[in-house]
């Protein structure tokens, strides 16, 4: 019971989390840990893209649209150097990529470049975690 209550506890906290904490917490991060956090901050950032665009903040939002991409790279790398966690860190950066499409329709014609830019960035990284993932089946696969 007690470590259930344990598990809550640091559940709630971590929804409270703020950006420059999550951030922190990334830097001092063990490696197998950086992807979930690292893409957290990237959804954390889509969100605030989302609500800055409609709030007509453009710069701000293309701000937050540099750091979705920058932590998915992040979260990327920690996963490919890890070995673990690919298919999670692809599932999200495609449904971040998704929602990019959804907000992307929604702009002014002059946003849309930085926010499509980001999509094809996003895409990039997905197209290397699925190489690295379907290279590992082919070299079991060969066994």
Avoid at 79 to 87: D, E, M
Avoid at 114 to 138: P, S
């Amino acid at each position: 019971m007690f470590l259930i209550t344990l598990a809550l506890v640091v559940c709630a906290a971590a929804k409270d989390e703020s950006l420059p904490e999550m951030k922190t917490r990334l830097e001092n991060a063990r490696l197998d840990d950086q992807p979930e956090l690292a893409i957290k901050i990237a959804e954390f950032q889509l969100h605030d893209a989302d609500r800055l665009y409609k709030d007509g903040k453009s710069d701000e939002a293309r701000a937050a649209v540099t750091d979705i991409v920058a932590y998915s790279q992040k979260a990327s790398d920690a996963a490919l150097q890890s070995n673990k966690h690919l298919k999670n860190v692809e599932i999200d950066v495609r449904k971040i990529a998704d929602k990019l499409r959804d907000i992307k329709r929604t702009l002014a014609f002059e946003d849309q470049p930085a926010v499509d830019q980001a999509i094809r960035n996003l895409e990039d990284i997905r197209t290397k975690l699925l190489n690295e993932m379907f290279a590992k089946q082919d070299k079991k696969g060969k066994k």
